[in-house]
């Protein structure tokens, strides 16, 4: 029998209104900064003083880089009835898709953005605020908060709309599906920008309804993490992913007493998790989530392949009968399910097995296999540091069709031993006809292989094998 579906209190529904800060504490420390930490209060009086200096527009984009103005422009958006406009990225092409599609888009920023952003307000130039509130302000769960964009790792970015019902009920239940509930008090490093999904829900949101105190910094190298680290207090919490994480271990940085690490974006692999787990004293936990719906599952990785939902998600199928059926995410509170975009065995309500991308099944001789479930064989490889597995060409219906390639960054092995240790693990079928070795893959900000740089790896080395 599945296990109960646990009924989340304090989390928000439909149709009421829910506070900035659950709880609230004005003393609370929400941020820690060059300057020393920083209170959930005055978080709240930056935010209405800067909130008194926006324009009357409906749509924002939030461009801050520094965690604690991301979070300020955030709130002061939502106390003046905004709607705050992430990016996928920082990119003036992507920019101008913004300002194309959005009518009277205005940006909030600090000074020293190198973007030519539209009517832009900065925030750093806010040098007064008043006293901190006595009662968090509230904001109407319907309300339109946020419009976030997918990272464009499967093509053309998209937009979905989140309510602040949505985050508030994520803010909520993502820490306590990664164990993080627990903690008194944790402080996040982050290693993620706070524009992507998953940066956003464990570091904004994080401190906005999951009471942590977050790093105001986005460190990418290991002696950097290592610095951000030592800075908070205990307990420690990383949000990062499999490429920093990589580096951390492989590096000689001393660190303090890690109380746990989060790794999304990309597979980890239980090679990396158990190196990781060693070299950090903490246990790592992998979320599992896509735009549409945020981080839905969970995991230890060492625990094996079983991810549990958060607890206001349930894993049902829709449709069955002769036309098939659809595996989806049903969030009781609102009434709704979102479709994976995902090949996902449901265990039970609670429960799923990932078995790949739907775009991402592959044909190869009438057989069928998943690009990820193969990339994250060459991931297991010793030696092999970072690599994906990609097929160019179309879907014929039943899987993409086309000759496998292989990029590899491995420096201590040459084409022939991957190729060996390739042929070990995989049905012959699925060996890669091509193998490339690089020095480094062409990874985003938040650790994610862009569909389009894959297209142009693909094109720039089309017919080597090395």
Not at 131 to 147: H, S, T
Not at 187 to 193: D, I, L
Not at 296 to 309: F, M, P
Not at 364 to 390: C, F, H, M, Y
């Amino acid at each position: 029998m599945a296990d109960p579906i646990p009924q989340p209190g304090g989390v928000p529904g439909r149709a009421e209104s829910w506070p900035v800060f659950d709880p609230y504490d004005p003393g609370r420390t929400a941020f820690h900064t060059a300057d020393g930490r920083l209170s959930q209060g005055a978080v709240l009086a930056r935010a209405a003083a800067l909130a008194e200096r926006l324009p009357a527009a409906a749509q924002v984009a939030n461009y801050c880089e520094s965690r604690l103005q991301f979070t300020v422009a955030l709130l002061a958006a939502w106390l003046r009835g905004q709607t705050a406009v992430f990016p996928a990225d920082r990119t003036a092409h992507s920019l101008q898709r913004l300002c194309d599609s959005v009518d009277g888009l205005y940006a909030l920023a600090e000074r020293g953005c190198p973007l030519e952003l539209p009517d832009p307000v900065f925030v750093d130039d806010l040098d007064t605020a008043g006293a901190p509130p006595a009662e968090a302000p509230r904001i109407p769960c319907d309300r339109l908060a946020v419009q976030v964009f997918t990272s464009g790792s499967t093509g053309t970015p998209k937009r979905n709309d989140k309510t602040w019902g949505m985050l508030a009920a994520g803010g909520k239940t993502i820490p306590a599906m990664l164990g993080l509930d627990a903690l008194d008090g944790a402080s996040v490093v982050a290693t993620v920008p706070s524009q992507h999904m998953y940066g956003f829900e464990m570091t904004a949101m994080y401190a906005l309804q999951g009471g942590a105190a977050i790093h105001d910094g986005r460190p990418m190298y290991a002696a950097d993490v290592a610095e951000a680290l030592h800075a908070v207090p205990a307990p420690r919490v990383l949000v990062t992913t499999p490429p920093h994480l990589r580096a951390l271990v492989e590096s000689a940085v001393a660190l303090p007493e890690l109380a746990a690490a989060i790794s999304a974006t990309a597979p980890l692999g239980e090679p990396l998790a158990a190196a990781a787990e060693d070299r950090l004293g903490a246990p790592v936990r992998e979320i599992y989530g896509f735009t549409e719906a945020g981080s839905v599952a969970g995991r230890r990785t060492l625990d094996g392949e079983v991810w549990r939902l958060r607890g206001d998600y349930r894993a049902e199928r829709r449709g069955e009968g002769t036309g098939g059926s659809e595996a989806v995410v049903h969030w009781p509170a609102l009434e709704c399910d979102i479709a994976f975009p995902d090949v996902v065995e449901v265990l039970d309500e609670r429960r799923i097995r990932l078995r790949g991308r739907a775009q991402d099944l592959v044909n190869v001789a009438g057989k069928r296999a998943s690009l990820s479930g193969l990339t994250s064989q060459l991931l297991e490889i010793p030696g092999v540091e970072d690599g994906v597995v990609v097929q160019p060409g179309e879907d014929d219906g039943g899987g993409r069709v086309g000759r496998l390639v292989a990029f590899a960054v491995a420096p201590e092995l040459d084409r022939a031993a991957v190729l060996r240790a390739l042929r070990q693990r995989l049905d012959p079928a699925f060996v890669p006809r091509r193998l490339v070795l690089l020095d480094a893959l062409p990874r985003n900000a938040t650790g994610k292989l862009l569909q389009a740089d894959l297209d142009a790896l693909v094109r720039r080395h089309a017919g080597r094998r090395d």
